[in-house]
């Protein structure tokens, strides 16, 4: 028991009883990046509630693939450019979608840090997230459309090429980060926009650590203490974070997230609780989370839903987990990183 809840409790209290409430207080949890599809895919949860509320899942970022049309999805290779004004197009419609449904599914959005303090007391919540910021064409004007329509994680890059900064599964053609790029992040802190670095490459981290003025998340993804996997490696392994890369995210208070793919976490959703335990012992138990990719991986996702992290859960609690640790890596670490970038900053 912590010394607040033991206050709480007071003195007067037998201990039993304080036990028994902290016991009863479920564990919510949280995911920094899944996909719901709809058209043309069985990899839409449906209905979407309900697969959050199995796996007691309040605070969860719905991410739009922003470039979804101009890559092969097989192969993960760009097969055109947008024209001008195509992506941001995109982007209104399916985040109209993406709103709807999660208004028919009767879930909040987050706006606010407030939103994320009731996602923390079961309250379940969307982020509305984009992974690829194809939108943003050559100024930064675009985010604050983006913010207004409730956009509150922000992923700079994706599989195809941008004039943000290069990406880990194409040869760079940028120093990292360009000055765009640059000009988003600070674009993002100053309107309260959680920025996320998936899919960037290693420099282009590093900028973007140099000047954010608020922590960051890898929202999904694994982390290696390999070398990096040569340019022929299979997609998966290029998209693997250097374990130097990562603790510097976690340097600057940011968060990790791991994915569910089957071939780099293992084969049951127990395998994925110990890969999240090892991440955490590598970077510190407040810079690891969630970040499951569900439906992004499709038949490739050792977790079938957001059920079977009911399943990590317990798969902690009977190998003895700290409470507190296992609170964290649930959903505290990816809730205070989202409500300290949501904070807007003055310039
Ligand atoms: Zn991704």
Not at 13 to 25: D, M
Not at 136 to 150: F, H, N, S, V, W
Not at 188 to 196: A, M, S
């Amino acid at each position: 028991m912590d010394r607040r809840k033991f206050l709480a409790c007071g003195l007067a209290v037998p201990l039993l009883l304080c036990r028994r409430t902290q016991a009863q207080s479920p564990i919510f949890t949280a995911d920094m990046h899944f996909h719901s599809f709809f058209a043309d895919s069985k990899y839409h949860a449906r209905p979407l509630a309900q697969t959050l509320a199995a796996g007691n899942t309040t605070l969860a970022a719905w991410s739009l693939v922003g470039d979804l049309l101009w890559f092969d999805v097989k192969t993960y290779k760009q097969k055109s450019v947008p024209k001008p004004g195509e992506a941001l197009g995109w982007f209104q419609r399916e985040l109209g979608r993406i709103k709807e449904h999660v208004a028919q599914q009767k879930l909040r959005i987050v706006r606010a840090p407030a939103d994320v303090e009731r996602a923390l007391r079961g309250e379940p919540h969307i982020v509305l997230a984009v992974e690829g910021a194809a939108f943003i064409e050559t100024d930064a004007r675009p985010l604050k459309t983006a913010y207004g329509l409730g956009l509150r994680h922000l992923q700079l890059v994706h599989y195809t090429r941008n004039a943000i900064g290069d990406i880990q599964t194409e040869p760079p053609e940028h120093p990292g980060l360009t000055q765009l790029g640059k000009q988003i992040v600070r674009e993002c802190n100053r309107l309260g926009i959680l920025v996320d670095l998936a899919h960037c490459t290693e420099a282009a981290v590093i900028d973007a650590l140099a000047i954010s003025r608020a922590p960051m998340v890898w929202s999904h993804g694994s982390v290696r203490r390999e070398p990096p996997a040569a340019a022929s490696a299979a997609v998966w392994r290029r998209r693997q974070l250097s374990l130097d890369t990562a603790k510097e995210i976690a340097r600057k208070g940011g968060v990790v997230g791991l994915w569910a793919l089957t071939v780099d976490v293992g084969k049951t959703p127990e395998a994925y609780a110990d890969r999240m335990i090892a991440l955490a012992e590598w970077l510190g138990d407040d810079h690891v989370a969630f970040g499951t990719d569900i439906n992004g991986l499709g038949p490739y996702s050792v977790l079938s839903g957001h059920g079977d992290l009911r399943r990590v859960i317990e798969h902690w609690q009977r190998q003895g987990v700290d409470d507190a640790r296992i609170r964290k890596l649930a959903i505290g670490n990816y809730a205070r990183v989202l409500k300290d970038a949501l904070q807007p900053m003055r310039a």
